[in-house]
RNA sequence: GCGGAUAUGGCGUAAUUGGUAGCCGCGCCAGACUUAGGAUCUGGUUCCGAGAGGAGUGGGGGUUCAAGUCCCCCUAUCCGCACCA
């Protein structure tokens, strides 16, 4: 019989599927494993080989794992809120709903047709009200937390309430969007919106107002790079930095936790380094610098930083250094252009300068900003700080450089040893004062220098106190004084950000928030979830508001508890809603979770259902969500743990990342003179008289173009004449990235259809380590499809022998049981490459000893049963199994059939003092080396020299060293 | 600029983790079979050389009896961050 992948594929599908094959249960004495594929966005283009590339990865370890005897949860959904959705919506007035629709049932098919063991009863989407239900439900009790920094844990907020109401901030060390110091007494004066908005300031999901691109003829806020010299991309109307008020999360309180929890994940090294980088955690000392104060009096700016009260009595501001040790270095202070201070010490003289300069900084974008970094500006405010280690007066500089959003947008500026305080001080004529030097002695005129030291290394010179002590040593013991001093102390910065979470967007969660006195107020989650209401258009409106502002049902009764007319609107029991909408990776921070028990309407997940599968044990996705989804998802597991409702403070356990599938574009050569003419690769000249045009890669054919489907192709190809090489046309190609307008997007349904899912699920993995960037080329496929025919033939001449039940041989067991060995230590450590080589080999192999016996060959099948499970599922039926080979057991493997049993020595000597040798079971490392001593003992070979030591290493070779 | 990764035949890759470099597959060459196929099978295929032989894992140095693998210095490519004090 032949293998007809054509008929058996689609059958058993259908058997699965009927028999629930893949379904899971919560519970069961079996072991549990979490294998979980990063859920796609159903884009409107459908899946190109590159997306199933990690599923299949992912579904061969499930299914390996459920052949190993544990329970396996491995779930599918769609990431269904987005962008292009909402494009095309406001392009063609097609409700996203529709679209989005219509995009996740082509992707299911083409899912469906790859033979993945997901348990769609699971499936989950974040657009369905029934999941963002969740994803609001979060957002509400985010906005009821506060972070304690004392415990490291996020906590109800009326237990803030009622702490503020005995004892004020006292003692109190909180995450905050400001540092703010109030009695209990003050507390207990204010009234509700004042409470609020003090509130508010510790939330975890707050209101603040946020600087953003904001375009008013677009009436949006625009990403950076949507921005381009200060105008918009799209229309180019100007742009202007704004702050705006937006909802925020206060991911920062959890940096701490972010960085220090990666130490234990089994995420690759890359990975982990991407995130540490991006919450940029570095340690150093805050300390506070005093005013030297002119004539006009100066108030000390009050209230707290880190929760510490400003302990200097005169006036004084904070600044951040990670290099205390260089104190004596300082040579002036600079201030970013946003900060407060500045008003207040400017001097008349430089008044103008400064407030034009400011000016000029604050309308610069981002973008601009970053184009210009190696530009030095900045200009002198007039005042002066005195150093609080020297009582030296030191000038206070402004300039962009310094970031308001890092630190406290103040640094002590050391141009001997900070690369950019250098280039500042150059540019400005500062002064720059050497304080570190490699060796003790090793002190130079600055003023002769290229470039300024900032290594960490070294010793202190012209430093006071510290003077001769290593760097290290310097900074703890600057660090002791300034504490001893009360005027700073050690603390640690991040670089991490709050994440903004308005989205002036339709096509989102809406949050479930109403507005009353102008202040947000959450709905009672029983009446979540909070349904996207139906909008007339999904732009903007005419005042600027996000496209909710259109919806005419969009406001909140407070009194019967549900959405009604806007027109209803009077704020004294009808208020109106929230109008932007939550980002993209609101959705995906918690859906691992939901899978577990993805039908619950009571609550997120049950307890039961979260204590079975705790977390994630292996997750697989690209990445580039390195430093959105996967940190927005540890924070949002980290925050739901201090709940008590995760039971994991980390929810990936285990990350895979899959490398990029790149496109490999084919290429004709159109003649330069002749349009109508293509002249092949080879062709002499063909370089230097043709263009290059792109063509199709699913009319190429191991770059052999088929002509005649070229010429149908594309109208203006319909007279194409071709100048062949060997009767052929030959295709040039490159390694691009796989896009529409390139032709060069591979199909994956075309391959199922022409070679089968289990050739397709092979060979994507056969291309290359699944961790690893690689060019898709269709053209090995056959090789694959080779090896599948090759392995159904196999047991085909074996269940058609009458004889094959005999004992099997000695060679065949070997194969298999090296097989088993070679194939499961390839699964355990991801390598689905030279899994798939050993199958080809083992098969070689098997056809070479012409092996039929049915014992030896069955194991082969569920061997293979994860990497092409519709050829093992028919095979392990012809076998006579009744259920699915899904549940067979994964066969283990005896080294006894691994050993040779042949012993000779030496077998062979090849000029450099080596012997090859067979070991044989049950001789030891020493036995076989003074074997070897003495029969190379007086040997000719050995110019009767006697061997001083034998070395043994593995793979049968001894050195003897003379 | 900082950080991370990668570099092996014409191509994708492999190498039991320091032990005979090039497994497996593509492609190519030669052959077999044939009712001629997008079929199957056999042999060959790192490079130079007719051959004996020599060279060889991006380049240069080092450690070791032994280096694709470990260390140092370059070069190229890819990715992440980018004035983070």
């Not at 299911?108 to 963002?132: A, H, M, N």
């Not at 996020?154 to 006292?170: S, Y």
């Not at 610069?364 to 530009?375: D, G, T």
Request: net charge negative; hydrophobic share 35%.
């Amino acid at each position: 019989m032949e293998y007809n992948f054509n008929e058996l594929e689609p059958k058993w599908q259908a058997w699965w599927r009927e028999n629930h094959t893949y379904k899971v249960a919560n519970g069961g004495t079996k072991p549990h494993f979490y294998v979980l594929d990063m859920f796609p966005y159903p884009s409107g283009a459908g899946l190109h080989v590159g997306h199933p590339l990690g599923y299949i990865a992912s579904d061969i370890y499930a299914r390996y794992k459920r052949l190993c005897g544990f329970n396996v949860l491995h779930p599918m959904g769609y990431d269904s809120y987005g962008l292009p959705a909402e494009q095309y919506a406001i392009q063609t007035g097609q409700h996203p709903a529709v679209t989005t629709e219509r995009n996740i049932a082509r992707y299911r098919e083409q899912l469906d047709k790859i033979g993945f063991s997901f348990d769609w009863d699971r499936e989950v989407r974040t657009c369905d009200p029934e999941y963002y239900k969740w994803t609001q439900w979060t957002f509400i009790q985010l906005f009821n937390s506060y972070y304690c920094n004392q415990a490291q844990q996020a906590r109800p907020i009326a237990e803030l309430v009622d702490i503020f109401a005995k004892q004020g901030t006292e003692g109190l060390d909180l995450a905050c969007t400001e540092p703010l110091a109030f009695t209990a007494d003050e507390w207990r004066s204010w009234d509700e919106p004042k409470r609020q908005q003090v509130l508010m300031n510790y939330r975890l999901a707050y209101l603040a107002d946020i600087p953003v691109n904001w375009c008013a003829e677009l009436g949006t806020v625009l990403a950076n790079d949507e921005v381009v010299n200060g105008l918009s991309v799209r229309g180019g109307y100007p742009v202007e930095r704004k702050l705006m008020r937006q909802w925020s999360l206060r991911i920062t309180a959890y940096a701490e936790r972010l960085s220090k929890g990666l130490a234990d994940l089994e995420w690759s090294d890359s990975l982990k380094e991407i995130q540490r980088n991006w919450i940029g955690r570095s340690e150093g000392a805050a300390v506070w610098f005093p005013l030297d104060v002119p004539t006009t009096s100066v108030d000390a700016p009050t209230g707290l930083f880190m929760g510490q009260v400003n302990p200097q009595p005169a006036p004084s501001f904070e600044i951040f250094t990670t290099r205390p040790d260089t104190i004596f270095g300082v040579t002036f202070m600079v201030l970013c252009p946003e900060h407060e201070l500045i008003d207040q010490i400017t001097t008349p003289e430089q008044k103008a300068e400064v407030e034009a300069y400011v000016t000029w900084a604050k309308n610069r974008s981002e973008r601009e900003r970053q184009a210009e970094v190696k530009k030095v500006s900045g200009v002198f405010t007039g005042a002066y700080a005195i150093n609080p280690l020297t009582n030296e007066k030191i000038p206070i500089w402004v300039s962009e450089y310094v970031l308001a959003g890092y630190g406290t947008g103040a640094i002590m500026a050391v141009p001997a040893h900070d690369s950019r305080d250098f280039a500042f001080a150059r540019h400005f004529n500062l002064p720059i004062r050497q304080v570190v030097a490699l060796e003790k002695d090793a002190v130079s005129d600055p003023a002769t220098w290229e470039e300024s030291m900032d290594a960490k290394t070294g010793y202190s010179v012209n430093s006071g106190f510290v003077t001769g002590m290593k760097v290290k040593d310097a900074m703890k013991a600057v660090i002791n004084k300034i504490e001893e001093m009360g005027i700073g102390r050690r603390t640690v910065n991040y670089r991490l950000r709050d994440a903004i979470f308005s989205r002036q967007r339709y096509w989102g969660e809406p949050f479930p928030i109403y507005y009353k006195n102008g202040y947000p107020c959450a709905l009672p989650v029983e009446c979540l979830p909070l349904e996207l209401p139906e909008v007339s258009e999904f732009k903007p409106t005419s005042t600027g508001e996000p496209p909710l502002g259109h919806a005419t049902r969009w406001a909140w009764d407070e009194k019967n508890r549900c959405v009604v007319e806007t027109s209803k609107i009077d704020n004294q029991t009808v208020f109106p809603l929230e109008l932007s909408t939550m980002p993209g990776f609101a959705g995906s921070s918690g859906y691992y979770l939901r899978y577990m028990d993805p039908r619950n309407d009571k609550a997120y997940f049950s307890k039961e259902a979260v204590d079975y599968w705790r977390q994630v044990d292996l997750y697989v996705g690209g990445a580039e969500h390195g430093t959105g989804h996967l940190i927005y998802a540890r924070f949002w597991n980290k925050f739901l743990f201090d709940l008590g409702l995760a039971v994991c403070d980390e929810p990936f356990r285990r990350l895979v990342n899959q490398g990029m599938v790149q496109g490999r574009s084919n290429f004709v050569y159109r003649s330069k003179t002749d349009n109508n003419l293509f002249i092949s690769k080879n062709v002499k000249d063909c370089a230097s008289k043709t263009v290059p045009i792109h063509v199709d890669v699913n009319i190429v054919d191991n770059d052999v173009l088929d002509i005649d489907k070229f010429r149908q192709w594309r109208p203006e190809f319909k007279e194409a004449r071709f100048e062949l090489e060997d009767g052929k046309y030959i295709c040039g190609w490159e390694i691009e990235k796989m896009s529409k307008s390139m032709y060069n997007v591979q199909n994956p349904d075309d391959l199922v259809a022409r070679y089968g899912a289990d050739t397709l699920r092979l060979y994507e993995m056969f291309l290359g380590p699944v961790e690893q960037a690689k060019p898709w080329d269709t053209n090995g496929i056959e090789g694959v499809f080779r090896f599948l025919k090759k392995f159904w033939k196999l047991f085909d001449s074996g269940l058609n022998n009458q004889n094959a039940q005999k004992e099997p041989t000695k060679e065949e067991l070997k194969i298999l049981h090296q097989t088993i060995k070679k194939v499961t230590e390839d699964i355990e450590r991801f390598s689905f490459n030279t899994s798939v080589s050993t199958f080809m080999i083992c098969t070689n192999d098997m056809t070479t000893a012409k092996t039929d016996n049915l014992s030896v060959l069955e194991p082969l099948v569920v061997l293979i049963a994860p990497f092409a499970p519709h050829i093992a599922e028919e095979l392990w039926h012809r076998l006579g199994h009744e259920g699915s080979v899904c549940d067979a057991e994964w066969p283990k493997y005896d080294e006894k059939y691994l050993v040779e049993d042949t012993f000779t020595y030496p077998v062979s000597f090849n000029g450099k003092m080596r012997f090859t040798i067979d070991l044989p079971a049950g001789v030891t490392q020493s036995d076989a080396v003074e074997t070897v001593m003495a029969s190379a003992e007086g040997q000719k070979w050995l110019a009767g020299a006697t061997p001083k030591k034998v070395i043994f290493v593995p793979k049968k070779i001894i050195n003897i060293v003379i």
